[in-house]
């Protein structure tokens, strides 16, 4: 079943629980879902092929019929619609099951671990509005010259001192009628056009010269950029980005790009030259989001990244999943043993840092030391702590953001 057929803003909920798709009912219809829920697993097939939905949520527990043997019938049928995967049972499993749709050849859009959270719900649907996108990718292209796009910083503190070291820019977009939009919305969309190329080059000079400027004020402070997938193909931008340092009189090794885990294994030769010769030209190289890709080690062992930054799903759980910190002990060693420095994300509280200190990783990202700010707020949040004593009592910052 081609994309093109799949009715933009259909939804189907395939649950034998009620409860659950009047729930569902709730959460899309006001994203302009038009909603169907069924309970017998016998009518899915029949109604995505009549009925054509973009977006499935399936339980993979239903009666009669186990979710798993229902995403491979949509897979022999060559369904196009973006799959959400709903259930109670643990994270692992639903995890796995994901993974098996992707190795399908489907779209599989995310996981809903039950009960559900409506928010959650919402935002996950948001994505996958195909009229919607068309609008997004337009209003995109005439952000940057209107100056509706901005960055935030968000500081990284060294777990040992309880110094800053550095922050990591995130780019918002102040949209004139939707408001603020994340960049989880619009960078994927950004990412399918050569949009991305203009994007990254914006964000990136931008964040320069903040750096420039924070030197200035003797905020010794290094800037980290994220990199799409697409970007780091292109053999033009170690030269561009040495460009925006030279014209600010930033030193790139002061600049940190960050590649996720998955982009940074696409295409290996291209992407080695381009990292290879960032590196040269004296630039750190951080894998982003480590431990959510499908990187072997051996891939990692082979590019030149100089930072490992273990991801936030992790670490934001490991002070009450003995796994999750596991996972991380685990990564922060992997990093040290290979050279490169660890960075923690996603630190929400006190007992995450303070383990994180004891594991001895390197730096610490996250709500409980700030919130991503404003460039003049966050130098005023600098003035204000010039050292944040590792493992003290929440930031006030941080409430606000
Ligand atoms: P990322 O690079 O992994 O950035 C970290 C994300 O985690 C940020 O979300 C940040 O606000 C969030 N975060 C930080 N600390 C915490 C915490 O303690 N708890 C929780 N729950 N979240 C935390 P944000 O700003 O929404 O960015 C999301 C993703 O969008 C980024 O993930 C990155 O992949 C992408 N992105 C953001 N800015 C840019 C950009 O300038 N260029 C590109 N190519 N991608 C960007
Ligand atoms: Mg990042
Ligand atoms: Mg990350």
């Not at 337009?138 to 209107?146: K, N, V």
């Not at 190289?285 to 936030?312: H, W």
Request: glycine content about 6%; hydrophobic content about 45%.
């Amino acid at each position: 079943m081609a994309d093109r057929e799949l009715m933009a803003s259909r939804l189907l909920v395939v649950d034998d629980d009620q409860a659950f798709g009047r729930l569902m009912k709730r959460a899309a219809e006001p994203c302009g879902y038009e909603v169907v829920a069924t309970d017998d697993p016998r009518d899915v097939r029949r109604i995505v092929q009549t009925w054509r939905p973009a977006v499935i949520v399936l339980d993979l527990q239903i009666p009669g019929i186990d979710g798993i043997e229902l995403l491979r019938r949509l897979a022999t049928d060559q369904c196009g619609a973006q799959l959400i995967l709903a259930s109670g049972v643990d994270g692992r499993t639903l995890e796995a099951a994901l993974e098996l749709g992707r190795e399908r050849g489907l779209k599989m859009a995310g996981t809903l671990a039950k009960p559900v959270d409506l928010q959650h719900v919402r935002e996950l649907l948001e994505k996958f509005r195909p009229a919607d996108n068309g609008r997004l990718l337009h209003d995109l292209r005439a952000a940057i010259p209107l100056g509706q796009l901005f960055l935030e910083y968000q500081l990284k503190l060294d777990c040992q001192t309880g110094r800053v070291t550095g922050v990591e820019a995130l780019v918002r977009w102040q949209h004139p009628t939707l408001g603020l939009v994340r960049p989880d919305r619009f960078i994927p969309l950004a990412e399918e056009t050569c949009l991305i190329d203009p994007l990254t080059d914006w964000i990136a000079a931008t964040a320069i010269r903040q750096a420039a400027s924070w030197h200035s004020q003797r905020f010794n402070l290094d800037v980290a950029i994220n990199i799409s997938a697409k970007n780091a193909q292109d053999i033009e931008l170690p030269d561009r980005l040495a460009r925006h340092c030279a014209e600010c009189g930033v030193a790139p090794a002061s600049v940190i790009l960050e590649l996720t885990e998955t982009s940074a294994m696409r295409n290996a030769v291209q992407l080695l030259d381009v990292l290879t010769r960032l590196r040269l030209k004296g630039f750190e190289l951080a894998i982003d989001d480590f431990g959510t890709g499908y990187s072997s080690l051996v891939q990692l062992r082979r590019m030149p990244f100089s930072e490992l930054k273990v991801d936030c799903s992790f670490v934001m759980r490991m002070t009450t999943d003995k796994e999750c910190r596991f996972i991380v002990e685990t990564l922060i060693d992997l990093a040290h043993k290979l050279g490169l420095r660890s960075v923690a994300e996603g630190v929400e509280n006190a007992e995450a840092l303070a383990a994180l200190r004891a594991m001895g990783c390197d730096s610490a990202q996250g709500y409980y030391l700030s919130r991503p700010l404003p460039a003049d707020r966050l130098a005023a949040f600098l003035k204000e702590h010039k050292e944040l004593p590792a493992a003290a009592t929440p930031r006030d910052a941080s409430a606000a953001g």
